[in-house]
Nanobody, 115 residues
Framework: MCSCRRLGGGLVHPGGSLGLSCAAS????????MGWYRQATGKQRELVAH???????NYADSVKGRFTISRDNVKNTVYLQMNDLKPEDTAVYYC?????????WGKGTLVTVSS
């Protein structure tokens, strides 16, 4: 889907912050959803947050109030700002584009929250 860049480093102390970004490889027309998923070791991949082309957002209960998803429709980029990180947030994070019944996944990036 995209070229994903980790912002702020992959190893963070509890309570710290980290930003992720993911840029689509093409110009996107029409309705679509961009989102972030994560997968911890030994666990299934789970939704973190979604944002629609219309600006609506949806968050997993575990990250509400701490994470913020946003998008730039001109740059075709989705962002995830993670604040007040907890050890439970440790996982490989993936960006995703959903449009016209197709899913496009970015390369995962490891986020580790530890002292």
């Amino acid at each position: 889907m995209c070229s994903c860049r980790r912002l702020g480093g992959g190893l963070v102390h509890p309570g710290g912050s980290l930003g992720l970004s993911c840029a689509a490889s093409r110009i996107i027309f029409g309705s679509n959803v961009m989102g972030w998923y994560r997968q911890a070791t030994g666990k299934q991949r789970e939704l973190v947050a979604h944002t629609t082309s219309g600006g609506n957002t949806n968050y997993a209960d575990s990250v509400k109030g701490r994470f913020t998803i946003s998008r730039d429709n001109v740059k075709n980029t989705v962002y995830l700002q993670m604040n007040d990180l907890k050890p439970e947030d440790t996982a490989v994070y993936y960006c995703k584009l959903m449009q016209f019944g197709m899913d496009y996944w970015g390369k995962g990036t490891l986020v580790t929250v530890s002292s």
